[in-house]
């Protein structure tokens, strides 16, 4: 029952952080397709690990059963 309710919370931790990683994702597209150089911002920079902390979050929940 206890491993039920830990599932439960995992999956909606899973989904918020997946929302939050596509969030992410398109604001770091946007940031490409806007600028012509080779080069990302800072901010996309940032983007970028945030969805990789995010990517390493929800595997690492999934890795527990």
């Known amino acids: 029952l206890q491993s039920e309710e830990l ?3 995992d ?7 997946m929302e939050q990683m596509r969030k992410l994702m398109d604001a ?3 940031d490409v397709k806007k600028n012509d150089r ?7 920079l940032k983007d970028l690990e945030e ?3 995010l990517s390493r979050r ?8």
Not at 11 to 17: F, G
């Open 38 to 44: 080779h080069v990302l911002s800072m901010k996309a």
């Open 28 to 30: 770091v597209e946007e």
């Open 11 to 17: 999956h909606a931790a899973n989904l918020k952080d």
């Open 58 to 65: 929800v595997r690492s929940r999934m890795k527990r059963y």
């Open 51 to 53: 969805i990789e902390k």
């Open 7 to 9: 599932l439960k919370r």
